[in-house]
């Protein structure tokens, strides 16, 4: 069973920066490949970025793509979302996503959800 805690949302100005932080607990780390979700209200939790287990491959969507930076750090188990150029519309609550083997965009593919944590871009 592996259990995911993500940390460092927060409310910050558009333009500005977050790096967010999703650290797992349980399972070997390197088996999985990692994703990051979000959600805004009334919305469905949509696809932002996913890296492969060994860092070799990451995918973006590109509502995010060139603003977001996906990477991993396996020895310290944990997964990040360094996210620039923040927008209002990138407001939402974040969540990491764990997933044997082979990364994928679609969130039914994962087995392993964190808790969330909210970012807020104000204008």
């Known amino acids: 069973q592996v259990q995911l805690v993500e940390s460092g949302g927060g409310l910050v100005q558009a333009g500005g920066s977050l790096r967010l932080a999703c650290t797992a607990r349980?399972?070997?780390?390197?088996?999985?490949?990692m994703g990051w979700f979000r959600q805004a209200p009334g919305k469905e939790r949509e696809f932002v970025a996913a890296?492969?287990?060994?860092?070799?491959?990451?995918d973006y969507s590109d509502s995010v793509e060139g603003r977001f930076t996906i990477s991993r750090d396996n020895a310290k188990n944990t997964v990040y979302l360094q996210m620039s150029s923040l927008k209002p519309e990138d407001t939402a609550v974040y969540y990491c996503?764990?997933?044997?083997?082979?990364?994928?965009?679609?969130?039914?593919?994962?087995?392993?959800w964190g808790q969330g944590t909210q970012v807020t871009v104000s204008s």
């Open positions: 996503a764990a997933k044997p083997l082979i990364m994928t965009r679609d969130r039914e593919g994962y087995n392993y």
């Open positions: 349980g399972g070997t780390f390197s088996n999985y490949a």
């Open positions: 890296i492969s287990r060994l860092s070799g491959r990451t």
